[in-house]
């Protein structure tokens, strides 16, 4: 938690992974890993807008993620 309180959004990805259980708590971390620019964090809190799943349904803010995530070049984007 340290990690991601001193601003390592790379850190904030893997505790919202490790909080997958509590989906509240997961997409604030995912969030915030998503605001430091870890495309990842953007591309898991994408499927969280998609479902509602800890935040409200957001289909809109879903695909708009998922662009982001793109765009920060995230593993699980297709390749180009």
């Known amino acids: ?9 790379s850190a904030c990805t893997r505790l ?3 909080y997958s259980s509590d989906p509240d708590v997961a997409a ?3 969030q915030r890993g998503c605001d430091g620019s870890d495309g ?6 994408a ?6 799943r800890g935040v409200e349904r957001d ?13 920060l070049k995230a ?3 297709p390749k180009e």
Not at 47 to 52: D, K, L, N, V
């Open 1 to 9: 938690r340290r990690g991601c309180d001193l601003g390592a959004a």
């Open 16 to 18: 919202g992974d490790l």
């Open 28 to 30: 604030g971390y995912l």
């Open 40 to 45: 990842t964090a953007c591309y898991r809190l």
């Open 47 to 52: 499927s969280f807008y998609e479902s509602g």
């Open 59 to 71: 289909t809109g803010k879903a695909a708009m993620l998922t662009q982001r995530a793109c765009a």
């Open 75 to 77: 593993s699980l984007c």
